[in-house]
Nanobody, 118 residues
Framework: QVQLVESGGGLVQTGGSLRLSCVVS????????MAWYRQAPGHQRELVAR???????NYADSVKGRFTVSRANIKKTVFLQMDSLKPEDTAVYFC????????????WGQGTQVTVSS
């Protein structure tokens, strides 16, 4: 049974930074392209950043230049470094397989709440 556990969220002021982590357990992690998603209240879940099997990143325009995605395959962990945070980044952040590559995603984890105060 695959389990995704996200952590690292919190409350920060505008311009602050957070580093999110996502541990994938119960599955072979290495071959998958992974992604970070976020969902704000009243909005659909959106893709924020992607990283493929060869560590090539890709970002949504809204976070480009501010967020950095990385992975540590030996630890089955994906990271999201978030800098220059803005109030509009406030959301619950999730990780999962890259839905642009795969139709069968892992069961969603609980996510981690990020709140940016103005």
């Amino acid at each position: 049974q695959v389990q995704l556990v996200e952590s690292g969220g919190g409350l920060v002021q505008t311009g602050g930074s957070l580093r999110l982590s996502c541990v994938v357990s119960g599955s072979s992690f290495t071959p998958f392209a992974m992604a970070w998603y976020r969902q704000a209240p009243g909005h659909q879940r959106e893709l924020v950043a992607r990283i493929d099997e060869r560590n090539n990143p890709n970002y949504a325009d809204s976070v480009k230049g501010r967020f950095t995605v990385s992975r540590a395959n030996i630890k089955k962990t994906v990271f999201l470094q978030m800098d220059s945070l803005k109030p509009e980044d406030t959301a619950v952040y999730f990780c999962n397989k890259d839905h642009l590559r795969y139709s069968n995603l892992f069961p969603w984890g609980q996510g981690t709440q990020v709140t940016v105060s103005s």
